[in-house]
């Protein structure tokens, strides 16, 4: 530093000390005083600017009007940089310029007046700016690509941004939506109270994961849509809940068509149903009238032995039994009947398997009857549980004795059996097996067994086995065909217990 006329220790000890170029200049704008930092950042020594006008250390339009601008400012008093500061270009000795933030302070004394200015280098805080905006724009366009709902959320559950699938699935704009209370602006009514629960939850949880739930909103247009959320909260530098993010993806669509394909199965199921209980309507009477036929003959017996006497009253309490005995089955039977033939949603309980087939039985026994095949079951012991619609398992099972008894029509007497057998399968789960002693699946029809519409019957629809493997596969389970050893077709179902269920 060059010495000056006026400077003190004090003063040379503060421009020696400053990391920002100072520099005092009169009101002329001639420079006076040149710091340490101020060589370094300039490139130029004291010695070789000490005297020379302050713009040849300014570029363009700055260092043209400086000058007129200190004129303008010694005649008006109307300052534009003094003690507010601004961000200038620089020029260095060897031409090249940098940014710098100048401060520029008057110095009144009772001498001339002349000005002091500390010009800082804010080339890497330009750096960091730019590398910071040039993340800030490519996070925002991620958040505008994102082809998910991403919405941030202050501790008191305003909109603090929203990217644009937000607004599109919403139907606001951005700036309507900032600075609202999501809550009651977009949660569907219904669900606000639930909503926030959860979210006060990720605000209390200390160290919370990204919490996963569903609910409802409301677009501006009053629409509803299904959107499913995982949220998680982000924190600042203490460690407290600063925000809530989250992302919602919409699954309205995705809901109603899953809806119609189930209502679609469900139709389709139960017109099968019908179709399968038409076939075994001959059966079915013949298992109604054998009940019927039987309390009609009690009845008239027990008229018989009161109008004659000649029983005891032993015998008429006897037929009154059995009369009893005989509306109970068929009640029983209409029940089943009933049970089956009602279409109704889904409906899974724990049952056992055993249980299941034996309530079957009656039904399936009527239909085989009448065409004289036997059903013979083989429960197998110690199964485990398992979780069922027991209907739907039970059309299956239909479907399987009723393709059975098909098979076995044109089959001599010996062979005309069914065997429904169940028991552990190898990989720990329930096996239900349905064999016939019939000709086997013929080997053209081997491919598509399962195919809908794939049948060999002049009456058949060709869905019996597609719409049993659905309903098989919807519990989780398979239904495959094993060709019998040496005639004959098995069927086999296999289910989950409840133990690979998770139930
Ligand atoms: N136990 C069986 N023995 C021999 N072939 C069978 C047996 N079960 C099924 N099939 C063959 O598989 C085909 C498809 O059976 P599926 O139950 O899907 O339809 P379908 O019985 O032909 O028609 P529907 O069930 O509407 O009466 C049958 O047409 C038959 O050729
Ligand atoms: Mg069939």
Redesign the pocket.
Known sequence: MTDHVGSTPELQAVLDASVDSVLIINAQGIIEQFNRSAERMFGYSAAEVIGRNVSMLMTGGDAAQHDSHLQRYMSTGIAHVIGIGREVDARRRDGSVFPGFLSVGRISDAGPTRFIGFLQDITVRRQTIAALQSERDRANRYLEAAQTMLVALSPNGEVTMINRKGCEVLGYDEHTLLGQDWFSTVVAPEVRSLAAAEFDKLLQDSHAQAHHFEYDVLTRAGARRQIVWRCAAFRGAGGHVTGILCSGDDVTDNRRAEQEARESRERLTHVSRL?TMGEMATGISHELNQPLAAIASFADAARRFLRTGEAGQGEVQEALENISEQAQRAGEIIRRLRELVRNRQTRREESNINEVIEELALLARADARASDVRIALEPGADLPRTWIDRIQIQQVLL?LV???I??LSGEPDERREIRITTRRGEAGDIEIQVA?R?????PD?LQN?FTPF????SN???????ISRTIVQSHKGSLTYRQQNPCG?CFVIQLPTNEENGK
């Open positions: 179709a479907n009723r393709n059975a098909e098979a016939d019939g000709p086997g699946v013929a029809m067994l794939a049948t060999n019957k058949g629809t060709g869905l019996g086995l597609a077709a």
